[in-house]
Every structure is written in structure tokens, then in C-alpha cells.
């Protein structure tokens, strides 16, 4: 029985370990298109385009920029128009956090998801010694062994996890001061 639940941490952490990897390489590319549109915006703005909107795309910054350029067209007082730009704002700043909390819970859980499987492989490890004796030293180390790779497996996912999220959530700081830049020179 503990062997199952030995085998099913490995499996979660797997599993996690996937999740991160796909939120990674997503959250990475999301980023990377908004980062180079904010920049490329921001370049237009600065030296005048022949037309702002023609440089606008599908993102997430091309949208409050929209957003933005419309209530310029529109006869609204100033205090709307910087709520509504506030808005514009707090909504793209949201989307560039989207999907970061499942990294972030997979940087908290996978170390405790490696250290359940070390003791559920321990505890196993002990009953095998327990049912023969210590008969056979070498398979009570190998058995030890084999269940600190899970605590190994969950630190490693963690670490990696970590770095990936403190990159992304330093990109999207980088990002949000630039929208806010945008926000400053759209509105006003």
C-alpha cells in the first residue's frame, strides 16, 4: 500500500512538473509579445507613426491602448476618462498575471509532494525490513535511496519553478511600468 502512495507522489509530481512547464512556456511567450508591443507603442508615441492604431495587434497592451484611444474620440469629463483608463490599466495588469498562482502553488507544493513520497518510501522500505529481517542491508540502502529521489524530484520542480516565476513576475512589473507609461501619455 505505501508503495502505491509512493509511486502516486511521483506521479502528482510529474504531473506538476508538466503544469509548470506548460504555464512556463505560455506565461514566457505571453509575456515576450506584450513586452515588444508596449516597447514598439511606446517608440510610436515618442516619434509620432504615421498612424498609432495601424501598430496595434491581438495582445493584451494593443487592447488597453484601444481602450484608451477610443475614450479620447469620446466627449467624456476628465475624471471618467481616468477611471476609465484606471480600468484599462488594472485589466491588462490582471491578464499578464493570469496563470502565475499555479505556478506559484506548484513552487509551494512540490518539495512537501517530494518529502510525502520519501516517507511513504521509508515507511515502506521498514516494513520490507521488518517482514525478512535484516537479512539484506544493500536493499534497505537501495530502498532509502529510491525514496529520497522523490524528495529530490520535489525540491528540483520547486527550484526551477521558482526561478521561472520570479522572471515572469519581473517581467510583468517591467511590463505594468510601461502600460502605465502609455496610460500617462494616452490620457492626458
Not at 28 to 49: H, Q, T, W, Y
Not at 69 to 86: H, N, V, Y
Request: with cysteine.
Amino acid at each position: 500500500m505505501t508503495d502505491l502512495l509512493h509511486q502516486i507522489s511521483f506521479g502528482l509530481m510529474i504531473i506538476a512538473a508538466i503544469v509548470a512547464v506548460v504555464v512556463s512556456v505560455e506565461r514566457i511567450i505571453f509575456s515576450g509579445v506584450n513586452m515588444r508591443r508596449a516597447e514598439k507603442l511606446l517608440r510610436c508615441i515618442e516619434d509620432p507613426c504615421d498612424h498609432l492604431p495601424d501598430a496595434l495587434g491581438k495582445d493584451v497592451v494593443s487592447e488597453m491602448v484601444a481602450r484608451l484611444l477610443s475614450d479620447q474620440q469620446r466627449p467624456l469629463s476628465p475624471e471618467i476618462r481616468q477611471d476609465r483608463a484606471d480600468a484599462a490599466y488594472l485589466h491588462a495588469r490582471d491578464e499578464l498575471s493570469q496563470r502565475l498562482w499555479l505556478l506559484d502553488t506548484i513552487v509551494t507544493a512540490a518539495p512537501l509532494m517530494g518529502l510525502l513520497g520519501t516517507i511513504f518510501g521509508i515507511v515502506d522500505t521498514f516494513l520490507t525490513l521488518s517482514r525478512s529481517g535484516m537479512s539484506d542491508p544493500a536493499g534497505v540502502s537501495a530502498g532509502i535511496g529510491t525514496a529520497l529521489y522523490a524528495t529530490a524530484l520535489g525540491i528540483s520542480i520547486a527550484l526551477i519553478g521558482l526561478m521561472v516565476f520570479n522572471y515572469l513576475s519581473d517581467r510583468n512589473e517591467r511590463i505594468g511600468e510601461r502600460l502605465k507609461m502609455l496610460t500617462l501619455k494616452l490620457s492626458s
